[in-house]
């Protein structure tokens, strides 16, 4: 296993600091590392695979304030800005000060297999030089968590402090929680279930098959032509709209029309106006389509319809009783996509008297984002008290 | 104006009634009727203009009897059976002894302009001979009523007794009762509400945009070749998910895997077996594709995005706030495509105490339909004591 930084490591952090403080690599700034092979739990294997990941603060001799954070399906490692010149996805909740305190913890934030940003996944060569497109291999959570405890060891984890997600972020923590107990000392299931249901595999569905609909999708061969844009961009609203509360939806733009169009009009069927809420959906579809790859996104969405705690565990209920892990478990109160009655149950699964925190948010599951403030603060409280 | 019947009207339903009772149309067969020119609301044109409509029952020697039974979005006229050998979409709610007592009323229902079961629609012949297309004007829910109405005036109905309908077939009735206060008495408007919403609208984008990226669609000229089916059944899959509550469809299917096929695979991300919910969601859209033109499911979805009785009205209170039209509003308890607030949002924007009757279902939205009984028992207590 090798491991390479992305840009010279050529600053420490806190200049100001004890003199014999060790250096210390850049915080929040993507590096790499080659895990080895990797056979996964559906049969299909990677010859070897490359983690991207980030790290914030300093790892204790001890090695015990280590914190993993795990993003959600088209998030990236990039958590907190740390010294990088870009915003990351949860900085109100992770930084100097903050509730995951870079100034304590040694936090890791990795990109997972199948993804698109710097990990590997479909678009990375293959053996044979070649993306791997439609050959990239079924990958399930629990495959990205043994990959990612090579990571651990290679940075001398042993055991987390905690592992931290929000959305499939937290379906990965669980997936940790579960596959190495021994590892994890707390865990925060944000916004999540203990498996994905009947209607989030449906949902996941109409966007996977949005993706291969698209005729650039060639089957997941495209990488020497056009992108399924248009595909991946309908697959995100989808999405998008169960990241949504409908009182959100409603309030920020009711049927109002988009500026200079005319949803009535007198043109045929192909030429119609839009309402705002399309040009806004039009927009987050854009957005993504320049930041992600198509085959990733199905392939993640459909690790995510794989999560199953309970999968070869005897059910959720026995892949949990047991567990040592000091579990956190919120839910946003307007997410129509992880319903907090999913988190509920998750919670009754766990030994002992598990509360499920509430995430006051109205604009639906993308609360686990928009309020990292708030989650910070409960989290304050319970495992970083 | 002709009316032509679509088979011959070769036998009375009732053949043990009085003898000197009238000779009747068949019940519950289609017949068509050309309603001339419609100006479009959105500035378009349709040069001439065919209604599909199905009957039931006599109307009344002053007409009197007379109830429009509104469709929704891919339904049809046959709401009953009738003399025909087809179950109707409402046959628990029409027929002999029902509440809408085919042997007291008359009953009529009538295929929405842009439809494909009958009435003119993009996959009729434009003047020149082709089908419409792309071509085919944008016409809007207030277009059809006065479409309708121009059949109403043809069958001899001056005013209705009462004008029902569910989800687009209440949007409908509900643009009835505020176009043409004075030809309707009664007016049930069941599980929508007086104007499409952000969400409805989003739903709606990405279904209409599953057809249009099709390659087959090819900007809908597509009938001289293959039909684009598979973007039809993703618009279906994504509808039918919100038809159904996220309880019935766990309850259903959870996260079972289809019989014979494994989610879990060997297999690249191409060759994945499927979940259940995923089997039946195919098996969905590939009922509609059988049945459903994919322009008019743009059109109509088109149509009812553009739902909005204040329109041109000074907003929906002031539309409604002198009806003179006796209304039954009902929510189904489940439903998350049309909320029960915003029935109840309508009800209140109605003059004087308009209570919203609650349709018991675990199933969400499509109670509207598999509860018509139940909505019969309240139509019985209120409209059609």
């Not at 790499?32 to 204790?60: F, I, N, R, S």
């Not at 987050?284 to 705690?309: C, P, W």
Request: proline share 5%.
């Amino acid at each position: 296993m090798t491991i390479a930084a992305s840009r010279p490591v050529t600053a420490v952090r806190h200049t100001a600091a004890v003199p014999s403080a060790p250096v210390r690599e850049l915080d929040g700034v993507t590096r790499t590392a080659v895990v080895g092979p990797l056979a996964l739990e559906a049969g299909g294997k990677l010859p070897e695979v490359t983690l991207a990941y980030e790290t914030w603060g300093t790892l204790d001799a001890d090695g015990g304030n280590a914190v993993l954070i795990q993003h959600a399906l088209t998030g990236s490692a990039h958590a907190a800005r740390g010294d990088s010149d870009e915003d990351g996805w949860w900085d109100g909740l992770i930084g100097p000060g903050r509730t995951i305190d870079t100034d304590r913890f040694f936090v890791v934030s990795i990109n997972i297999v199948g993804g698109c940003n710097g990990s590997t996944g479909p678009a990375s060569p293959a053996p044979d030089g070649r993306p791997w497109g439609s050959r990239f291999p079924f990958i399930t959570l629990r495959d990205a968590a043994a990959a990612e405890a090579r990571l651990a060891d290679r940075l001398g984890i042993r055991q987390w402090f905690a592992v931290v997600g929000g959305s499939m972020g937290g379906a990965r923590a669980l997936e940790w929680a579960a596959t190495f107990p021994e590892r994890v000392r707390k865990c925060a299931v944000i916004a999540v279930g203990a498996h994905s249901t009947a209607e989030q595999i449906a949902l996941a569905q109409a966007q996977t098959l949005a993706i291969r609909q698209d005729p650039d999708f060639r089957d997941g061969d495209y990488y020497d032509g056009a992108a399924p844009e248009s595909g991946l961009a309908l697959a995100r609203r989808i999405a998008h709209i169960s990241y949504r509360s409908e009182a959100e939806l409603e309030a920020r733009f009711s049927r109002k029309a988009q500026d200079g169009e005319q949803p009535l009009n007198a043109a045929s069927l192909a030429e119609r106006g839009r309402y705002q809420v399309e040009s806004y959906l039009d927009h987050q579809g854009a957005k993504l389509v320049r930041r992600f790859d198509a085959n990733s996104y199905i392939a993640l969405t459909e690790a995510l319809m794989s999560h199953d705690v309970g999968r070869g565990r005897g059910g959720v209920e026995a892949a949990l009783a047991d567990s040592p892990v000091e579990f956190f478990i919120a839910a946003v109160e307007t997410d129509r996509l992880y319903l907090p009655v999913q988190s509920a149950v998750l919670a009754a699964a766990l030994p002992g008297e598990v509360p499920v925190h509430h995430i006051a948010s109205a604009i639906g599951h993308d609360g686990f984002l928009t309020e990292a403030e708030q989650l910070g603060a409960l989290l304050k409280r319970t495992l970083f008290s």
